[in-house]
């Protein structure tokens, strides 16, 4: 099975500090995405990236940036952390464009 | 912009008995899924509609596309408590100028089974 790995599961960061949240799959995939799950809202399209190095935004990109530096991890950063990016953050890849995406266990973040 | 609709986004049932949750979607696609998350745990895949007409079922729950209706329901049938979950639909779009692909997701229905 695809494992998809996220390194942290809760999290509790200042306002104003820089973030990283790191993702790793085993499966060789080409696609990564990062969603963020907020309550009545639904799954949100941060980045997703196709290839090493590719990336491309999505729905709510704002105060976030990523990095694809080997195919395997996908990183999502928060440059200043504010209080309105407290969310569950969740890390999904796919094999192929349309696949079926492979979620992680997702990451708790906590602004304070 | 793709925008996908569940209907109803809460749901309390007994049961036994039956009920549907729709997904609506605004944009031409021809692949959905439905995922299902537990409280505090990731999504789970549950199954992917390809095409027009498509239905699927495991256990207790069918999954139907209609692509002229831009239209996916989920039936439960004589709902039990190991159902209580939140249900997510999601649309794929493909950017074909950069070959990326995207899920949208619906809102998410969560529902709960009462003994």
Known sequence: DVKVTQSSRYLVKRTGEKVFLECVQDMDHENMFWYRQDPGLGLRLIYFSYDVKMKEKGDIPEGYSVSREKKERFSLILESASTNQTSMYLCASSLTRVGGYTFGSGTRLTVV | ?115
């Open chain 2, 1 to 115: 912009e793709l925008k996908v609709e569940q209907n109803p986004l809460f749901l309390s049932m007994q049961e036994g008995k039956n009920y549907t949750i729709y997904c609506n979607y605004s944009t031409t696609s021809d692949r959905l899924y439905w995922y299902r998350q537990d409280p505090g745990k990731s999504l789970e895949s549950l199954f992917v509609l390809l095409s027009n007409g498509a239905v699927k079922q495991e256990g207790r729950l069918m999954a139907s596309l209609d692509t002229k209706a831009r239209l996916s329901t989920l039936h439960i049938t004589a709902a039990v408590h190991d159902l209580s979950a939140t249900y997510f639909c999601a649309v794929v779009l493909v950017n074909l100028e950069t070959s990326g692909s995207r899920l949208t997701f619906g809102e998410g229905t969560q529902l709960t089974v009462n003994p």
